[in-house]
């Protein structure tokens, strides 16, 4: 441990006259790995409040801590994961980050905003760690255990894997250390863990176990439950026909404080005039994504359920899927519905902003809309046939018990040393 600590001050030592933001924009793209060192060393991103309380708390090994959204929306495989753990571990406590009605968490746990005092105090005492993005701290404390849960099945390129912009743009310093301290992340199917390799440069171990939130396709009376209420909170009869409206977000459109600009793409109610009689379209912006002033118009049988927490619960209230580069259709696939891909700037998307990891009009995955017109032609596709491959290569490994078998992995897992973390990062 003495050496370790010794080389790392020697390599901070040798860039010392050298800040945070000349190192993030020349040797983290050059040398991420050496970038990490310093960092770690410096002590780069880590929070007064949470260094605090790191020297006034011990960890207690039966607290966990979630997030999901960067603490915007009660949702995600955290949430599925938690639902589980109150039903079968009442005696643990359970901590989420969350900035919305905390009436919606069942269960009472303790409810921290985040980046606050006691959102700091909490994370510093937790041994478990449950996110499906990322925290503001780069680091955690080596007696944490930090599941990372993410969220869908990459198809537009990620990070490392972008190409097309400068490589100053592709991803970011504090990201790249972070990840590099989840302990473990989840993947949905082999061509994930793939990706995530290469796009996050994240070489730790990865649980193919599916992911927890899409256990509800495969268990029938949950999911027709879930169907009904939430048909029945948005005043939707059961006999209409349900589109889901879930695009991505897009480079190029930066607001600020992760926000992009939304952009509609088609007109909703020449969308409802084609759309087979008794449809209802429910329309959801990425949580990235700033739509307010753009679905403030609408009402009737056009719903913005852009603020409504869970895209899960709105999946199974649906019966078509209408999305463009978004992950939410992987989880989609799980209920073996029909999509519609909805792609007018493919061609620029693919070619110019982001690239993506496989080319959709090669593969059997759905109709493929790039203009109004052709949206409008294909929205009776309820009797459209199953699309086997995509489902077997993307979908195979989910059946109903991921949620569970990531449980099961979390409380039997012997925490990884500090001596074997730095074997496998030099190996």
Known sequence: MGKYKDLQKYISEYFKDESKKDLERGLFYSNPELFYEIAKYRKYGMPKKYRQAIKKYDVNKELFFFESNLARQYTGNPRYIYEKMI???????????????????????????????????????????INNTIFPNWFHRKESFFLQTWHGTPYKKMHWDIELKSMHAKTKAN???KSQGWNALLSPNHFSSEKFQSGFKYYGEILEFGYPANDIFYNKKEYSEMREKIRKQLNISPDSIVYLYAPTWRDGGYMGNSMFIFN???????????????????????????????????????????????????????????????????DWYCSKKPVIYFVPDLDKYVNELRGAYFDLEEINCGVICKSEEELYNNLDVLDAPFYKDFYDKFCSLHNGNSTQKTIDYMLNKDHESLKSKIKRRFK
């Open 87 to 129: 039903e079968k571990y009442p005696d643990f406590t359970y901590v989420w980050a969350y900035n919305g009605d905390a009436s919606k968490i069942p269960g009472n746990p303790i409810i921290v905003e985040r980046k606050s005092d006691e959102y700091y105090k909490y994370l510093a005492q937790s041994a478990f760690l």
């Open 264 to 330: 509609l793409l088609f007109d909703p109610r020449e969308f409802l005039n084609h759309a087979p009689e008794n449809s209802v379209l429910l329309i959801r912006s990425h949580h990235m994504s700033d739509s307010q002033k753009v679905l403030s118009e609408f009402e009737d049988s056009i719903i913005d359920v852009s603020s409504w927490d869970d895209a899960v619960e709105l999946m199974c209230a649906a019966d078509v899927l209408i999305t463009d580069y978004s992950s939410i259709v992987f």
């Open 175 to 177: 990201f790249y250390v």
